[in-house]
T-cell receptor, first 112, second 114 residues
Framework: EAQVTQNPRYLITVTGKKLTVTCSQN?????MSWYRQDPGLGLRQIYY???????DKGDVPEGYKVSRKEKRNFPLILESPSPNQTSLYFC???????????FGPGTRLLVL | GENVEQHPSTLSVQEGDSAVIKCTYS??????FPWYKQELGKGPQLIID?????GEKKDQRIAVTLNKTAKHFSLHITETQPEDSAVYFC?????????????FGTGTLLAVQP
């Protein structure tokens, strides 16, 4: 089944404790992206990747890192999480940047 | 940069009625306008999209219209059913230009009352 998977689905952590949210797609898509969803603000792009080893900042990149060493994986790294990073995170992928984006099921993060 | 405004934030309709959600965008270079539906506990899923070379597109009970001059586009759902209840997001982008990203509206919570 063609899909985007994210892990973990739920995460509670404390301020400053490094964490990684994994994202994987099995559709051989070139384009991958991370979004955060907050009430009243919609979906905002954190980082995106046009292809392996090519990443760029979205609208809200501060406090996040990404890497794209393999085509299928696009992990989101929070080196030192803070409470304002409490949010619902979505990974998405598409064949190329101008095509339909397929979203993962989301990761709900709570930073205490 | 691009800014997308979406209205209304909540919409309640009776089953069988029509629902209309409207979005405006700021960047005249935008040329791709998708609509996503997000059901509770799930990620957004594309339901329809339109590109700037057409003014209207239909898919069964769903239609999208685009007015490039006024820089607004709308989602129309006819004969609404309870399973249409969800959050709907519009988005805009100018793929092929300086950016390669979607800018989303703030979402509309649609409730279809049986």
């Amino acid at each position: 089944e063609a899909q985007v998977t994210q892990n973990p689905r739920y995460l509670i952590t404390v301020t400053g404790k490094k964490l990684t949210v994994t994202c994987s797609q099995n559709m051989n898509h070139e384009y991958m992206s991370w979004y955060r969803q907050d009430p009243g603000l919609g979906l905002r792009q954190i980082y995106y990747s046009m292809n392996v080893e090519v990443t760029d900042k979205g609208d809200v990149p501060e406090g996040y890192k990404v890497s794209r060493k393999e085509k299928r994986n696009f992990p989101l790294i929070l080196e030192s999480p803070s409470p304002n990073q409490t949010s619902l995170y979505f990974c998405a992928s598409s064949l190329i940047s101008r095509e339909t984006q397929y979203f993962g099921p989301g990761t709900r993060l709570l930073v205490l | 940069g691009e800014n997308v405004e979406q209205h209304p934030s909540t919409l309640s309709v009776q089953e069988g009625d029509s629902a209309v959600i409207k979005c405006t965008y700021s960047d005249s270079a935008s040329n791709y306008f998708p609509w996503y539906k997000q059901e509770l506990g799930k990620g957004p899923q594309l339901i329809i999209d339109i590109r700037s070379n057409v003014g209207e597109k239909k898919d069964q009970r769903i239609a999208v219209t685009l007015n490039k001059t006024a820089k607004h586009f709308s989602l129309h759902i006819t004969e609404t059913q309870p399973e249409d209840s969800a959050v709907y997001f519009c988005a805009a982008s100018s793929y092929g230009g300086a950016t390669n990203k979607l800018i989303f509206g703030t979402g509309t919570l649609l409730a279809v009352q049986p």
